[in-house]
T-cell receptor, first 114, second 108 residues
């Protein structure tokens, strides 16, 4: 298993600003993923964070809005840019070994945009 | 049709009751996840299973691959079991598809 930490755990931000969320894993992992959970909705994959290359974004998510970094095999960041109230969600980091049946989830970051 | 459907959406029960949450899916899978999400938002992976049955403490998960159905059972339920329980399945593109979750509330 993997132990995942996220920072911050929660934040309240003003419209138009940006927030960077950090995800740290206690071991080297192949796959890192970022998810969003809007209020009352299920988790939706934003992108796969690839080490040493650009992230792979899902339909409906773009790099300008959600830039992602993955400088090494234990760390990734997700930035939510130019925030609006619609970005108020829980953002979750997860890690996997490259097989879809092995994923571990971080504690999440609860973002409120006013 | 959603690829992963859970029932019930909400469940309130008395402490000590036996709880069953169901998950049906329409995609072919290698394994199915049961996750627990607490009010703060953090998610804990409870089970990953691809066949049969798994047990961990008071939690039991079963899966029927032919019927594309899984159940999560909680025996001797306790208020601290109150959470959202989420079923998740990888689709053909190997991406995880999540159910909308079952909100469980156990009354003392």
């Amino acid at each position: 298993s993997a132990v995942i930490s996220q920072k911050p755990s929660r934040d309240i931000c003003q419209r138009g600003t940006s927030l960077t969320i950090q995800c740290q894993v206690d071991s080297q992992v192949t796959m890192m993923f970022w998810y969003r959970q809007q209020p009352g909705q299920s988790l939706t994959l934003i992108a796969t964070a690839n080490q040493g290359s650009e992230a792979t974004y899902e339909s409906g998510f773009v790099i300008d809005k959600f830039p992602i970094s993955r400088p090494n095999l234990t760390f990734s960041t997700l930035t939510v840019s130019n925030m609006s109230p619609e970005d108020s969600s829980i953002y979750l980091c997860s890690v996997g070994s490259g097989h879809s049946y092995e994923q571990y989830f971080g504690p999440g970051t609860r973002l409120t945009v006013t | 049709k959603n690829e992963v459907e859970q029932s019930p959406q909400n469940l309130t029960a008395q402490e000590g009751e036996f709880i069953t949450i169901n998950c049906s899916y329409s995609v072919g899978i290698s394994a199915l996840h049961w996750l627990q999400q607490h009010p703060g938002g953090g998610i804990v992976s409870l089970f990953m299973l691809s066949s049969g049955k798994k047990k961990h403490g008071r939690l039991i998960a079963t899966i029927n691959i032919q019927e594309k159905h899984s159940s999560l059972h909680i025996t001797a339920s306790h208020p601290r079991d109150s959470a959202v329980y989420i079923c998740a399945v990888p689709n053909r593109d190997d991406k995880i598809i999540f159910g909308k979750g079952t909100r469980l509330h156990i009354l003392p």
